[in-house]
Each structure stands twice: as structure tokens, then as C-alpha cells.
């Protein structure tokens, strides 16, 4: 039987995240685990003159120091996490500063996470192209399962499924054979 310790939930805020979260949540309960819900977050820049043309100085409300913009993710990742009903459910919070798949990434490494829910926008086409996509760079990068929860169909209910029913392709593969260990899970 695999089991999960600790799952870590990457969100950004957006409904496609608070999903995701709502997954992790239910795995949590089902498994006994933590859940960490992480934030992975740039760092402001600078403004500068723009095209090299003076211009006169605007007093503009100072950034807050790095420590500042660290306290205002957490507090924000709490609030989001505090909107999820998850009784009973042990629920920590982190962020960091720094490029998104790395952090996720480093993260999930530091927790020796054994299962990471990152949730889908569900991009396509040029979007995809352009943009790339945070879930499939962690999908192909973590060292650990990744479930990745993709937005609801168009017109379906959104109500949280519980997996009833998943299909497991296998090549007989060590890998994919430890991938139907976790579907039989």
C-alpha cells in the first residue's frame, strides 16, 4: 500500500489553485497526511526610465524590504488556505522567492514530499506555447508522483469528484509499474 506523509500544494492564487488544494486536502484525509501549501514568488524590480528620455522624478511608494513582501505571502497563502475546509487536516504554509518551477521543485525536495497537486490552467495551443506550463515542467522534473488537477469540464458542476475510476497505461516498465501501484493505492 503506498502512502502519502506529506503532500505539497503549489498554488497561485487562482481558482485553478484553490481546485488543486481542495484535492490535496481529500488525498490528506484519506491518507493521514500534512499538506504544505506553497507559494513560489518573484521578486520586485526596479523601475527605470523608460526609452532613455529624462524624465522628472516620481515619488512612488517604497517596495517593501524582502522580509516585508515574505510576511504578506504567507499571510496571503493563510487566507487562502484558511478559505479550504480542512478539519482535521494538518495544514502548513511556505513561500519563496525565486522562479516558480525551481521553487516548487526545491521545495518538494526539501519536505521529501511523496506527493505534489499542483492544479492546471488548462492552456493550449499558442497560450501554452508562449507561456509554458508550470505543471508540465514540474510533472517531468519532480522526483516524486505529481497529480495534477486540471479546471472543471465546461458546464459541469463544480463539485470536488473523488477518484472513482482511473486509468493506468502500462509498458511493463519498472516506472510504469510503480505508477499502478499508486492508481491501485
Not at 510576511?71 to 479550504?84: K, P, Y
Not at 482535521?88 to 526539501?110: C, K, N
Amino acid at each position: 500500500m503506498v502512502e502519502f506523509k506529506h503532500i505539497l500544494c503549489p498554488v497561485d492564487f487562482s481558482d485553478f489553485s484553490r481546485r488543486a488544494l481542495q484535492y490535496a486536502v481529500a488525498l490528506a484525509r484519506w491518507y493521514h497526511s500534512d499538506v504544505t501549501v506553497f507559494n513560489s514568488y518573484g521578486t520586485p524590480m526596479s523601475a527605470g526610465p523608460l526609452g532613455g528620455y529624462p524624465e522628472p522624478l516620481a515619488l512612488e511608494p517604497l517596495a517593501p524590504s524582502p522580509q516585508e513582501l515574505h510576511q504578506q505571502v504567507l499571510a496571503e497563502l493563510r487566507n487562502f488556505a484558511d478559505a479550504v475546509n480542512a478539519p482535521g487536516v494538518p495544514i502548513h504554509i511556505d513561500a519563496s522567492a525565486g522562479r516558480t518551477v525551481q521553487g516548487i521543485l526545491a521545495e518538494a525536495r526539501t519536505l521529501a514530499a511523496d506527493l505534489v497537486v499542483v492544479g492546471t490552467h488548462g492552456r493550449g495551443g499558442l497560450d501554452r506555447l508562449v507561456l509554458g506550463s508550470v505543471t508540465e515542467k514540474v510533472l517531468r522534473k519532480a522526483l516524486c508522483p505529481v497529480l495534477s488537477v486540471p479546471p472543471p469540464a465546461s458546464g459541469a458542476p463544480e463539485v470536488l469528484a473523488l477518484l472513482e475510476r482511473i486509468l493506468c497505461p502500462v509498458d511493463f516498465s519498472d516506472a510504469s509499474l510503480k505508477a499502478l501501484m499508486y492508481a491501485l493505492s
